[in-house]
Structure formats: C-alpha cells, structure tokens
C-alpha cells in the first residue's frame, strides 16, 4: 500500500465517530505538550512522546524514518537550525479511540512556519497507543496541502 493510499484511508473519518472523554483528552494533553515542545526545542519531552518503535512519513516527500532514535536526530538537526527553522504545530481537529484495546486515531491539520513567513502545511494523522500507562505517538501520517516562500519543495535545495 503507498503512502497515499494509507494516507487517504487513515484521513476518511466521520466527525460523528470522533471520541470525548478522558482518552480524547490525554491524547489532546500530550499532543500540547508535544506542540510546546517543538517550539522550545524540548528533545526530552519529545522522545518521552514518541514509543520507542514509531514511524514518521514526510508530508512533501513521503520520506520515512523508523524508530524512536531516528526522528530525534531529524528534531535535533531541526533544532540545531535555530530562528530559521520552520516552527511546527499540530492541531487535532478528532480523536477516535478504540473499543477493543488501548489505541486511538489523531486526525488534523499541521503548519510549520518559520520568521520569514515561508510556510507549508496540511493534513495529518497520527496513531497513539498506551504504553505504561502514557499516551506516545506510535505512528504520523503528513500530507503537504499547501506551501509558501523556501519550503515549497520547487524552491528548496
């Protein structure tokens, strides 16, 4: 199955089926936190987000990076870049949780920007899961919608 693909089924949910509650919540706390942590360049809180085995796939390029370690050294090389870094922030727009185990689908829209005003974004999904006891990011799903100035993929390096 392509990264599209999965994509494209992981983004078709009914807002109906969207969970409220305690795990809407936690799951609304800790992707906050990991928000918060992006912007102060937290790589601590970062990792204790992230399960141990996750994966990332790229919104522009569909690059993917398996592995807790892996996506630390992309937010440390990210981080390292300092005020020209594009400054990302993930807003959930739904939360459904499973019935059967202790999972649940994120599902909404992503923006990085950076001083400058170059921009891009779009939709994402994410998968969480509880591993003693703490919500972590098991699996992002990016989709580029929509970019501006140097991060649009025709003016990068």
Request: charge should be negative; charged fraction near 25%; glycine fraction near 8%.
């Amino acid at each position: 199955m392509t990264a599209g693909l999965i994509l494209a089924s992981l983004l078709a949910v009914s807002p109906a089926s969207c969970t409220e509650g305690q795990v809407a919540d936690a799951i609304g706390k800790q992707r906050e936190s990991f928000n918060l942590a992006i912007r102060d360049a937290d790589i601590d809180t970062v990792g204790a987000i992230l399960a141990l085995e996750v994966i990332l796939v790229t919104g522009t390029h569909s690059d993917r990076f398996l592995g807790r370690d892996e996506q630390l050294n992309i937010w440390r090389q990210d981080f390292d870049a300092g005020q020209d870094r594009l400054m990302y922030v993930r807003t959930p727009h739904c939360i459904v949780s499973s019935d059967i185990t202790d999972m649940a689908m994120e599902y909404g829209h992503w923006r990085g920007e950076n001083s400058a005003g170059d921009f891009a974004a779009g939709s994402y999904s994410a998968k969480w899961r509880l591993i003693e006891n703490v919500w972590r990011i098991e699996v992002e799903v990016f989709m580029t919608e929509e970019c501006g100035g140097q991060a649009c993929p025709q003016n990068s390096d």
